[in-house]
Protein backbone atom coordinates (compact mmCIF):
# COMPACT_ATOMS: atom_id res chain seq x y z
CA UNK A 1 0.00 0.00 0.00
CA UNK A 2 1.48 3.61 -0.82
CA UNK A 3 2.24 5.94 1.72
CA UNK A 4 4.20 9.57 1.20
CA UNK A 5 7.25 9.72 3.60
CA UNK A 6 5.06 12.38 5.77
CA UNK A 7 3.03 9.64 6.80
CA UNK A 8 5.87 6.71 7.24
CA UNK A 9 6.38 6.86 11.47
CA UNK A 10 10.50 6.71 11.03
CA UNK A 11 10.20 10.13 8.55
CA UNK A 12 8.31 11.28 11.29
CA UNK A 13 10.19 10.68 13.82
CA UNK A 14 13.87 11.62 12.19
CA UNK A 15 12.13 14.99 11.79
CA UNK A 16 10.81 15.08 15.41
CA UNK A 17 14.96 14.21 16.68
CA UNK A 18 16.31 16.27 14.02
CA UNK A 19 13.98 19.17 15.03
CA UNK A 20 14.46 18.84 18.81
CA UNK A 21 18.20 18.73 18.24
CA UNK A 22 18.01 21.78 16.38
CA UNK A 23 16.49 23.09 19.98
CA UNK A 24 19.05 22.30 22.00
CA UNK A 25 21.83 23.70 19.96
CA UNK A 26 20.20 26.89 19.95
CA UNK A 27 19.32 27.16 23.81
CA UNK A 28 22.73 25.62 24.56
CA UNK A 29 24.70 28.73 22.64
CA UNK A 30 23.83 31.40 25.27
CA UNK A 31 26.45 34.72 25.29
CA UNK A 32 26.96 36.80 27.52
CA UNK A 33 26.94 40.98 26.53
CA UNK A 34 28.09 43.47 28.11
CA UNK A 35 25.09 46.10 29.30
CA UNK A 36 24.39 49.48 28.10
CA UNK A 37 27.24 51.81 29.54
CA UNK A 38 29.00 48.98 30.91
CA UNK A 39 32.30 50.78 31.37
CA UNK A 40 30.48 53.35 33.35
CA UNK A 41 28.73 51.39 35.43
CA UNK A 42 31.87 49.65 36.30
CA UNK A 43 33.68 52.65 37.21
CA UNK A 44 31.64 54.22 39.18
CA UNK A 45 30.91 51.27 41.58
CA UNK A 46 34.57 51.23 42.01
CA UNK A 47 34.57 54.64 42.87
CA UNK A 48 31.67 54.72 45.28
CA UNK A 49 33.64 51.75 46.81
CA UNK A 50 36.40 54.30 47.17
CA UNK A 51 34.23 56.59 48.74
CA UNK A 52 32.61 54.24 51.74
CA UNK A 53 36.36 52.80 52.29
CA UNK A 54 37.97 56.29 52.84
CA UNK A 55 34.52 56.87 54.91
CA UNK A 56 34.95 53.67 57.10
CA UNK A 57 39.12 54.41 57.63
CA UNK A 58 37.62 58.12 58.74
CA UNK A 59 34.96 57.03 60.91
CA UNK A 60 37.38 53.95 62.83
CA UNK A 61 39.78 56.52 63.35
CA UNK A 62 43.63 55.30 64.21
CA UNK A 63 42.01 52.62 66.19
CA UNK A 64 40.83 51.11 63.36
CA UNK A 65 38.55 48.51 65.01
CA UNK A 66 34.91 48.85 64.60
CA UNK A 67 32.50 49.68 67.26
CA UNK A 68 29.06 49.85 66.12
CA UNK A 69 26.26 47.94 65.71
CA UNK A 70 26.71 44.57 63.47
CA UNK A 71 23.33 43.48 63.29
CA UNK A 72 22.70 47.27 62.05
CA UNK A 73 25.74 47.61 59.91
CA UNK A 74 26.39 44.10 58.71
CA UNK A 75 28.70 45.21 56.29
CA UNK A 76 30.83 47.29 58.81
CA UNK A 77 30.10 50.46 56.36
CA UNK A 78 29.81 53.02 59.30
CA UNK A 79 27.79 55.22 57.33
CA UNK A 80 24.32 53.11 59.16
CA UNK A 81 22.49 55.40 61.85
CA UNK A 82 20.40 54.89 64.74
CA UNK A 83 16.52 55.06 64.68
CA UNK A 84 16.44 57.35 67.41
CA UNK A 85 17.96 61.10 68.33
CA UNK A 86 17.28 63.18 66.07
CA UNK A 87 15.86 61.32 63.31
CA UNK A 88 13.20 63.04 61.08
CA UNK A 89 10.97 59.98 60.43
CA UNK A 90 10.55 56.26 60.39
CA UNK A 91 12.62 54.34 58.07
CA UNK A 92 13.94 50.95 56.56
CA UNK A 93 17.40 49.40 58.04
CA UNK A 94 16.73 46.70 54.35
CA UNK A 95 16.60 49.41 52.38
CA UNK A 96 19.46 51.65 53.85
CA UNK A 97 22.13 48.59 54.04
CA UNK A 98 20.98 47.91 50.44
CA UNK A 99 22.13 51.46 48.93
CA UNK A 100 25.33 50.42 50.40
CA UNK A 101 26.50 48.10 47.95
CA UNK A 102 28.88 49.73 45.05
CA UNK A 103 26.95 48.38 42.70
CA UNK A 104 24.49 50.84 43.37
CA UNK A 105 26.15 53.79 41.49
CA UNK A 106 25.76 51.43 38.45
CA UNK A 107 21.85 51.47 39.06
CA UNK A 108 22.31 55.66 38.75
CA UNK A 109 24.16 54.99 35.57
CA UNK A 110 21.62 53.33 33.87
CA UNK A 111 18.70 55.70 34.98
CA UNK A 112 21.13 58.69 33.61
CA UNK A 113 21.13 56.60 30.19
CA UNK A 114 17.16 56.03 30.20
CA UNK A 115 16.59 60.12 31.24
CA UNK A 116 19.21 61.04 28.03
CA UNK A 117 21.43 62.45 29.98
CA UNK A 118 25.03 62.49 28.76
CA UNK A 119 28.62 63.33 29.81
CA UNK A 120 29.10 66.50 30.55
CA UNK A 121 25.61 67.71 31.25
CA UNK A 122 23.84 69.68 34.02
CA UNK A 123 21.60 68.42 36.27
CA UNK A 124 19.83 69.25 39.61
CA UNK A 125 20.07 67.09 42.60
CA UNK A 126 18.26 66.85 45.99
CA UNK A 127 19.42 65.42 48.53
CA UNK A 128 18.21 64.27 52.34
CA UNK A 129 20.40 62.59 54.71
CA UNK A 130 18.33 59.29 54.76
CA UNK A 131 19.91 57.40 52.26
CA UNK A 132 23.74 58.50 51.96
CA UNK A 133 24.33 55.26 50.10
CA UNK A 134 22.09 56.57 47.24
CA UNK A 135 23.57 59.89 47.61
CA UNK A 136 27.55 58.55 47.62
CA UNK A 137 25.98 56.79 44.18
CA UNK A 138 24.93 59.43 42.67
CA UNK A 139 27.82 61.28 43.12
CA UNK A 140 29.91 58.67 41.87
CA UNK A 141 27.92 58.63 38.84
CA UNK A 142 28.34 62.01 38.31
CA UNK A 143 31.63 62.12 38.65
CA UNK A 144 32.39 59.00 36.14
CA UNK A 145 30.02 60.94 33.82
CA UNK A 146 31.73 64.04 34.08
CA UNK A 147 28.22 65.89 34.68
CA UNK A 148 27.83 69.02 36.61
CA UNK A 149 25.47 68.38 39.50
CA UNK A 150 23.61 71.52 40.76
CA UNK A 151 22.46 69.82 44.77
CA UNK A 152 20.44 71.18 47.25
CA UNK A 153 20.51 68.53 50.38
CA UNK A 154 18.37 68.62 53.81
CA UNK A 155 20.53 67.56 56.30
CA UNK A 156 17.99 65.79 58.32
CA UNK A 157 18.03 61.94 58.16
CA UNK A 158 15.18 59.46 59.15
CA UNK A 159 15.89 55.99 60.48
CA UNK A 160 19.53 54.33 60.17
CA UNK A 161 20.29 57.37 57.58
CA UNK A 162 22.72 59.73 58.45
CA UNK A 163 21.14 60.52 62.34
CA UNK A 164 24.62 60.98 63.58
CA UNK A 165 24.77 65.07 64.28
CA UNK A 166 28.30 65.19 64.70
CA UNK A 167 28.45 63.11 61.37
CA UNK A 168 25.63 64.29 59.06
CA UNK A 169 25.18 64.20 55.40
CA UNK A 170 26.77 67.34 54.80
CA UNK A 171 30.04 66.78 57.17
CA UNK A 172 30.45 63.02 54.56
CA UNK A 173 29.80 64.99 51.85
CA UNK A 174 32.35 67.29 52.58
CA UNK A 175 34.79 64.76 53.50
CA UNK A 176 34.74 63.01 50.25
CA UNK A 177 35.29 66.54 48.30
CA UNK A 178 38.26 67.51 50.46
CA UNK A 179 39.47 64.48 49.93
CA UNK A 180 38.92 64.57 46.34
CA UNK A 181 37.33 61.80 45.84
CA UNK A 182 34.64 63.74 44.57
CA UNK A 183 34.21 67.30 42.85
CA UNK A 184 31.17 68.93 43.53
CA UNK A 185 29.27 68.94 47.28
CA UNK A 186 25.79 71.18 47.90
CA UNK A 187 25.08 74.42 47.54
CA UNK A 188 22.78 75.00 50.39
CA UNK A 189 20.85 73.10 52.59
CA UNK A 190 17.50 73.19 54.57
CA UNK A 191 17.26 71.38 58.21
CA UNK A 192 14.55 68.56 56.42
CA UNK A 193 11.74 66.70 58.01
CA UNK A 194 8.19 67.92 58.66
CA UNK A 195 7.61 71.35 57.03
CA UNK A 196 11.81 71.55 56.03
CA UNK A 197 12.55 73.43 59.46
CA UNK A 198 12.59 70.01 61.17
CA UNK A 199 8.92 70.78 62.84
CA UNK A 200 8.99 67.99 65.68
CA UNK A 201 12.47 67.79 66.63
CA UNK A 202 13.46 68.67 69.94
CA UNK A 203 15.03 72.52 69.90
CA UNK A 204 18.73 71.08 70.46
CA UNK A 205 18.02 68.23 67.38
CA UNK A 206 17.13 71.15 65.53
CA UNK A 207 20.11 73.49 66.81
CA UNK A 208 22.69 70.66 66.14
CA UNK A 209 21.32 70.31 62.40
CA UNK A 210 21.97 74.12 62.09
CA UNK A 211 25.14 73.70 63.30
CA UNK A 212 25.87 70.84 60.66
CA UNK A 213 24.67 73.51 57.86
CA UNK A 214 27.22 76.45 59.40
CA UNK A 215 30.67 74.36 59.98
CA UNK A 216 30.15 73.47 56.47
CA UNK A 217 30.21 76.43 55.26
CA UNK A 218 26.60 76.64 53.17
CA UNK A 219 23.61 78.58 53.17
CA UNK A 220 20.90 77.99 55.35
CA UNK A 221 17.08 77.50 53.53
CA UNK A 222 14.52 78.24 56.59
CA UNK A 223 11.32 79.13 55.82
CA UNK A 224 8.22 79.36 58.40
CA UNK A 225 5.95 78.03 55.52
CA UNK A 226 7.60 74.78 53.26
CA UNK A 227 5.68 76.27 49.99
CA UNK A 228 8.83 78.89 50.33
CA UNK A 229 11.55 76.52 50.29
CA UNK A 230 10.19 75.20 47.34
CA UNK A 231 10.46 78.69 45.48
CA UNK A 232 13.87 79.45 46.95
CA UNK A 233 14.88 75.96 45.96
CA UNK A 234 13.85 76.26 42.29
CA UNK A 235 14.96 80.10 42.82
CA UNK A 236 18.59 78.85 43.38
CA UNK A 237 18.70 76.08 40.97
CA UNK A 238 17.53 78.38 38.25
CA UNK A 239 20.41 81.08 39.02
CA UNK A 240 22.86 78.82 38.15
CA UNK A 241 21.23 77.60 34.59
CA UNK A 242 17.52 78.19 33.17
CA UNK A 243 15.46 75.43 34.98
CA UNK A 244 14.45 74.06 31.18
CA UNK A 245 18.21 73.90 30.81
CA UNK A 246 18.77 70.92 33.39
CA UNK A 247 19.02 67.33 31.67
CA UNK A 248 17.86 65.86 34.53
CA UNK A 249 16.52 66.64 38.20
CA UNK A 250 17.39 63.55 40.41
CA UNK A 251 15.34 63.63 44.06
CA UNK A 252 16.41 60.94 46.43
CA UNK A 253 14.07 60.41 49.52
CA UNK A 254 11.11 62.36 50.66
CA UNK A 255 12.15 65.92 51.18
CA UNK A 256 8.85 67.54 51.63
CA UNK A 257 10.15 70.73 49.45
CA UNK A 258 10.83 68.49 46.76
CA UNK A 259 7.99 65.53 46.29
CA UNK A 260 5.12 67.96 48.33
CA UNK A 261 2.16 66.58 50.09
CA UNK A 262 -0.44 64.46 49.00
CA UNK A 263 -1.86 61.21 48.25
CA UNK A 264 -0.15 60.56 45.01
CA UNK A 265 3.25 59.98 45.19
CA UNK A 266 5.46 59.41 41.76
CA UNK A 267 6.75 55.79 41.25
CA UNK A 268 10.33 55.45 40.81
CA UNK A 269 12.80 55.58 38.16
CA UNK A 270 12.67 57.67 35.13
CA UNK A 271 9.52 60.35 34.96
CA UNK A 272 8.81 62.11 31.74
CA UNK A 273 6.51 65.10 31.96
CA UNK A 274 3.78 63.08 30.15
CA UNK A 275 4.31 60.48 33.63
CA UNK A 276 3.55 62.82 35.25
CA UNK A 277 0.39 64.65 34.49
CA UNK A 278 -1.76 63.81 36.93
CA UNK A 279 0.66 64.73 39.92
CA UNK A 280 -0.51 67.74 41.32
CA UNK A 281 1.71 68.28 44.54
CA UNK A 282 3.20 71.50 44.42
CA UNK A 283 7.27 70.78 44.98
CA UNK A 284 10.60 71.37 42.96
CA UNK A 285 9.82 67.75 41.56
CA UNK A 286 6.64 69.45 39.82
CA UNK A 287 8.47 72.73 38.81
CA UNK A 288 10.85 70.94 36.72
CA UNK A 289 8.57 68.36 34.97
CA UNK A 290 6.62 71.41 33.99
CA UNK A 291 9.33 72.74 32.22
CA UNK A 292 9.66 69.51 30.16
CA UNK A 293 12.53 68.15 32.50
CA UNK A 294 13.07 64.44 32.66
CA UNK A 295 12.59 62.85 36.46
CA UNK A 296 15.12 60.31 38.34
CA UNK A 297 12.95 59.83 41.62
CA UNK A 298 14.60 57.62 44.09
CA UNK A 299 12.09 56.66 47.04
CA UNK A 300 11.23 52.96 47.19
CA UNK A 301 14.33 51.14 47.54
CA UNK A 302 13.18 48.22 47.71
CA UNK A 303 11.04 48.05 44.72
CA UNK A 304 14.54 50.02 42.53
CA UNK A 305 16.25 46.73 43.88
CA UNK A 306 14.23 43.96 42.52
CA UNK A 307 13.59 45.60 39.63
CA UNK A 308 18.06 45.71 38.91
CA UNK A 309 18.06 42.36 40.19
CA UNK A 310 20.46 43.64 43.11
CA UNK A 311 20.50 41.93 46.45
CA UNK A 312 18.03 43.41 48.99
CA UNK A 313 20.18 43.39 52.23
CA UNK A 314 23.20 42.21 50.77
CA UNK A 315 25.53 40.79 53.22
CA UNK A 316 28.31 40.40 52.49
CA UNK A 317 28.35 42.98 49.89
CA UNK A 318 28.39 41.19 46.78
CA UNK A 319 31.80 41.72 43.97
CA UNK A 320 31.59 44.69 41.96
CA UNK A 321 30.18 43.74 38.16
CA UNK A 322 27.89 40.83 39.05
CA UNK A 323 24.65 40.40 37.71
CA UNK A 324 22.15 41.33 34.93
CA UNK A 325 22.85 45.20 35.24
CA UNK A 326 26.16 44.62 34.05
CA UNK A 327 26.62 41.86 31.71
CA UNK A 328 23.20 40.21 30.39
CA UNK A 329 22.70 36.58 29.07
CA UNK A 330 21.20 36.73 25.47
CA UNK A 331 21.07 33.65 22.54
CA UNK A 332 23.22 33.44 19.54
CA UNK A 333 21.55 35.49 17.15
CA UNK A 334 23.10 33.59 14.37
CA UNK A 335 23.02 29.75 15.93
CA UNK A 336 19.20 30.43 16.46
CA UNK A 337 18.92 32.09 12.67
CA UNK A 338 20.45 28.72 11.29
CA UNK A 339 18.77 26.35 13.75
CA UNK A 340 15.15 27.94 12.38
CA UNK A 341 16.50 27.35 8.77
CA UNK A 342 17.17 24.16 9.32
CA UNK A 343 14.20 22.76 10.83
CA UNK A 344 12.01 25.20 8.26
CA UNK A 345 13.86 23.44 5.25
CA UNK A 346 13.68 19.83 6.64
CA UNK A 347 9.55 20.06 7.46
CA UNK A 348 9.32 21.58 4.37
CA UNK A 349 11.36 19.59 2.39
CA UNK A 350 9.51 16.60 3.71
CA UNK A 351 6.42 18.22 3.40
CA UNK A 352 7.19 18.85 -0.57
CA UNK A 353 8.93 15.77 -1.47
CA UNK A 354 5.51 14.22 0.32
CA UNK A 355 3.62 16.17 -2.33
CA UNK A 356 5.68 15.08 -5.29
CA UNK A 357 5.22 11.40 -4.22
CA UNK A 358 1.44 11.96 -4.18
CA UNK A 359 1.16 13.67 -7.62
CA UNK A 360 3.22 11.18 -9.33
CA UNK A 361 0.92 8.61 -7.88
CA UNK A 362 -2.18 10.05 -8.92
CA UNK A 363 -0.89 10.41 -12.46
CA UNK A 364 -0.62 6.59 -12.81
CA UNK A 365 -4.14 6.24 -12.06
CA UNK A 366 -3.17 3.16 -10.13
CA UNK A 367 -6.86 1.95 -8.35
CA UNK A 368 -4.40 1.06 -5.45
CA UNK A 369 -6.02 3.87 -2.83
CA UNK A 370 -3.41 6.42 -1.70
CA UNK A 371 -3.12 6.16 1.84
Known amino acids: ?28 TITIEKAIGYDYKIQASQLMK ?30 IGTAYGCSTDEGYLDAKVSTLNPN ?14 EQGDTIAL ?19 MDLEPVIISSVGASWYGATDTNFTWLDIENELYDEKIFSHKSLMASIGGKSDVGRGLTRECQEALQSAISRNDLNLIYEKDWRNSIKKRVTSYGNITPISHYRTFINIGGGIANVGVGEYNPRNGVLFPEDLMTFQNESVLKTFSKEKVPVINIRSIKQLIKLY ?21 TYNRIVNFIALLLTVLATTGIGIYSHKQIHNRMETHEPESIL
Open 1 to 28: MFRPVIQKTRYLVALAIFNYLMFLWASH
Open 50 to 79: KAMDFLRTYRLGEQGVFVGDSVLDPNETML
Open 104 to 117: FAAVIIDLLFQAGV
Open 126 to 144: AYTGSMPGANIATLAACEI
Open 309 to 329: GLPYFPTPLPPIGEGVLFMKP
